[in-house]
């Protein structure tokens, strides 16, 4: 049945490049979700304002999934999801720059809101590219991208901290 589904891929190069996409947005990702409460603390956030960001990540990630799915039926699915992906990569040099609580918050609003329309409008991109009765093999192998990336960021994030000295 596998088999069958990839049958119908007609265009093996858009989801090679939707799954590198995928792939390195997991690396960032995931990164922020290890590091972003030790990163606040470690500028001077209280532990409970810091671990409270993460609070704002899924809050707005619940209404990017609620959001961005009708603007991407009324703009279209892909250009959303790209912009959904470039939402998530110019949230972080707000993180970077930002030491205080609100600038932070700002950060993790942005963030998890591209981020919960990233996961919501991913599915609908592959059903638009293989068909609705075709989408499962695809979407399977998509979300080995996601698999790979969530370990392979933080880990490499972690390394470089250490080899830096914190």
Request: charged content about 10%.
């Amino acid at each position: 049945m596998a088999r069958r589904a990839w049958s119908g891929v007609s265009r093996p190069r858009w989801f090679l490049t939707l799954y590198v996409s995928i792939l390195l947005t997991s690396f960032g990702l995931f990164t922020m979700f290890v590091f972003l409460v030790p990163f606040a603390e470690s500028k001077g956030i209280n532990p409970y304002a810091a671990a409270s960001l993460l609070a704002v990540v899924g809050i707005f990630s619940t209404v990017g999934r609620l959001a961005l799915g009708p603007i991407a039926d009324r703009f279209g699915r892909l250009r959303t999801l790209q912009l959904a992906i470039l939402g998530m990569a110019v949230s972080y040099p707000i993180w970077l720059a930002e030491p205080n609580y609100p600038g932070r918050a700002v950060f993790a609003a942005i963030i998890g809101a591209a981020y919960g329309g990233w996961v919501a409008i991913s599915p609908s991109v592959l059903a638009g590219m293989f068909g609705t009765e075709r989408t499962g093999g695809p979407d399977r192998a998509l979300y080995t991208s996601a698999g790979i990336g969530q370990p392979c960021g933080p880990t490499r994030a972690g390394l470089v901290l250490d080899a830096d000295g914190g």
